[in-house]
């Protein structure tokens, strides 16, 4: 056929559009991407996720020992104080960004810098109007990891360093206050005195989060080590790491076993926290420093939401 017959002027035309087609197709592909992208930078960035993590591990608790409501306060303060928390280590983090290694999480975060700001506010709000409704036994118990929790995020140390700054500290005080806060002032408000069961679950609980937060000590391996901070990741290095983090978490695994199975004979318990341990054990065993920060910021911090999904789900 020649190409000038009019037959051929309407294939190129066919052509023309197809391709033309293709091209806006692939700038709203292009565009939907780049939303979602950014709907999940707010979500994890923003602290909703880790604050949402906070107030299901209380909620999980409240449930494992029979005391479960949706509408109790504790959570909800729980959830709005994590996000100022958070926020707040974020906004004082901008000021250290200098000496920073730069990368993409780094960049994000600095993106949503005025977001940052006005959710502390809001969350500091918040968290003061749900104060109101706890009882002076919870605000008492909350003064200790309340003090570390600030002391972990404000600089008033020599050269402008925080608690999370000291050698070794930091992955301690992360499983303390974290420990303390959801998991043992929801079970000493609701029980006069803690039975054996209750200190398992403690110590369980306390063991997942430190585990867990190993691989974002060796995540930050080249920060802390410009900052000269010393992790158990740039004593131990990044595999012995994961090797202990798995192991911590198989430990946690074997004392939920021995609550659950043996004592307390609740099987759909022990098989939603034995799938969540497996998850975890999995991500945990395949993190390196160079994995994508949504591995770390949302399945690792995520595996805490799920353990309370699944209960909800299976048990």
Same mark, same amino acid.
């Given at each position: &056929?020649?190409?000038?017959?009019?037959?051929?002027?309407?294939?190129?035309?066919?052509?023309?559009?197809?391709?033309?087609?293709?091209?806006?197709?692939?700038?709203?592909?292009?565009?939907?991407?780049?939303?979602?992208?950014?709907?999940?930078?707010?979500?994890?960035?923003?602290?909703?996720?880790?604050?949402?993590?906070?107030?299901?591990?209380?909620?999980?608790?409240? !449930?494992?020992?029979?005391?479960?409501?949706?509408?109790?306060?504790?959570?909800?303060?729980?959830?709005?104080?994590? %996000?100022?928390?958070?926020?707040?280590?974020?906004?004082?983090?901008?000021?250290?960004?200098?000496?920073?290694?730069?990368?993409?999480? &780094?960049?994000? *975060?600095?993106?949503?810098?005025?977001?940052?700001?006005?959710?502390? $506010?809001?969350?500091?709000?918040? &968290?003061?109007?749900?104060?109101?409704?706890?009882?002076?036994?919870?605000? #008492?118990?909350?003064?200790?990891?309340?003090?570390?929790?600030?002391?972990? $995020?404000?600089?008033?140390?020599?050269?402008?360093?925080?608690?999370?700054?000291?050698?070794? $500290?930091? !992955?301690?005080?992360?499983?303390?206050?974290?420990?303390?806060?959801?998991?043992?002032?929801?079970?000493?408000? #609701?029980?006069?005195?803690?039975?054996?069961?209750? =200190?398992? +679950?403690? *110590?369980?609980?306390?063991?997942?989060?430190?585990?867990?937060?190993?691989?974002?000590?060796?995540?930050?391996?080249?920060?802390?080590?410009?900052? #000269?901070?010393?992790?158990?990741?740039?004593?131990?290095?990044?595999?012995?790491?994961?090797?202990?983090? +798995?192991?911590?978490? %198989?430990?946690? =695994?074997?004392? &939920?076993?021995?609550?659950?199975?043996?004592?307390?004979?609740?099987?759909?318990?022990?098989?939603?926290?034995? *799938?969540?341990?497996?998850?975890?054990?999995?991500?945990?065993?395949?993190?390196?420093?160079?994995?994508?920060?949504?591995?770390?910021?949302?399945?690792?911090?995520?595996?805490?939401?799920?353990?309370? !999904?699944? *209960?909800?789900?299976?048990?």
């Amino acid at each position: &056929m020649h190409p000038f017959t009019p037959a051929s002027g309407r294939y190129v035309t066919k052509e023309i559009v197809n391709l033309e087609a293709d091209r806006i197709s692939s700038n709203r592909s292009r565009k939907v991407v780049s939303i979602l992208r950014k709907t999940i930078d707010l979500f994890l960035y923003g602290n909703f996720l880790i604050a949402l993590c906070a107030a299901s591990l209380a909620y999980q608790v409240f !449930l494992l020992d029979h005391h479960f409501s949706w509408y109790t306060p504790y959570p909800f303060f729980i959830f709005f104080a994590t %996000l100022f928390l958070y926020s707040a280590h974020r906004i004082i983090g901008f000021t250290k960004l200098g000496r920073t290694h730069p990368n993409r999480r &780094m960049s994000v *975060i600095i993106e949503f810098q005025l977001h940052i700001i006005i959710y502390a $506010v809001i969350s500091f709000t918040a &968290m003061l109007a749900i104060c109101c409704q706890l009882s002076f036994k919870v605000i #008492e118990n909350l003064l200790f990891p309340g003090l570390l929790a600030l002391l972990y $995020v404000l600089p008033i140390f020599n050269n402008q360093k925080r608690i999370r700054d000291l050698p070794y $500290v930091k !992955l301690f005080i992360i499983g303390l206050v974290w420990t303390w806060v959801c998991v043992v002032i929801p079970l000493k408000d #609701e029980n006069i005195n803690l039975s054996g069961q209750h =200190w398992l +679950i403690i *110590i369980e609980k306390c063991l997942f989060i430190i585990a867990i937060t190993i691989p974002f000590d060796i995540r930050d391996l080249r920060i802390d080590q410009l900052h #000269e901070i010393k992790t158990i990741p740039t004593i131990l290095g990044p595999k012995k790491s994961i090797i202990l983090s +798995i192991t911590l978490l %198989l430990l946690a =695994w074997m004392g &939920m076993s021995f609550n659950y199975l043996l004592l307390n004979l609740n099987y759909g318990v022990w098989l939603a926290l034995s *799938i969540s341990y497996l998850f975890s054990m999995v991500v945990v065993g395949v993190s390196k420093e160079g994995s994508h920060d949504y591995y770390f910021s949302g399945l690792l911090d995520g595996s805490i939401l799920l353990q309370f !999904l699944l *209960i909800l789900l299976i048990a």
